[in-house]
């Protein structure tokens, strides 16, 4: 019973709204056309009081800088550590071919002998990260940077 209610609602309106689109629209008169306001004319911009413009163009910042380099810490750049020497040479190689220069240091400790693949000195934690960054390019993503013993 339902189903036959929603359905005579709906043909009443198809049959309400066909046709109704050929019609044509009546055009607007005089009357029924929008009346345009006048709008009010914009208030001024208001001038800025900021005093802070002029005090800062005056000022100069002062940063301090170390001038004796002797004063920057030194880094060094582990990449690998190994216990056959032949994988550490095979990463030497690897950073040889990209133009730096590791070398190897072997130590003998509580667990056993290691040979570690190390770069530098670098003077200053800048040129240690900029050596990372393409040692990073070529897939070596094992490379810690240490201060200098």
């Keep these: 019973m339902l189903t036959l209610i929603v359905g005579a609602v709906l043909a009443y309106g198809l049959f309400m709204i066909n046709g109704a689109s050929d019609k044509p629209t009546p055009a607007l008169s005089q009357k029924d056309a929008p009346v345009e306001k006048q709008q009010e004319p914009l208030p001024e911009v208001p ?32 990449c690998g550590s190994f216990r056959i020497q032949d994988q550490a040479e095979t990463m030497r190689a690897q950073l040889a071919m990209i133009g730096k220069e ?39 993503t094992t490379c810690q940077i240490w201060g200098w013993n």
């Design 47 to 78: 001038q800025e009081k900021w005093e802070f413009i002029d005090t800062l163009e005056n000022q100069e910042v002062e940063v301090e800088v170390p001038d004796d380099p002797a004063e920057q810490k030194d880094y060094q750049m582990q």
């Design 102 to 140: 590791a070398f190897i240091k072997t130590t003998d400790g509580k667990n056993g002998i290691w040979h570690r693949v190390v770069l530098g000195p670098y003077h200053g934690k800048r040129a240690a990260e900029r050596d990372r960054h393409q040692i990073r390019k070529l897939g070596i």
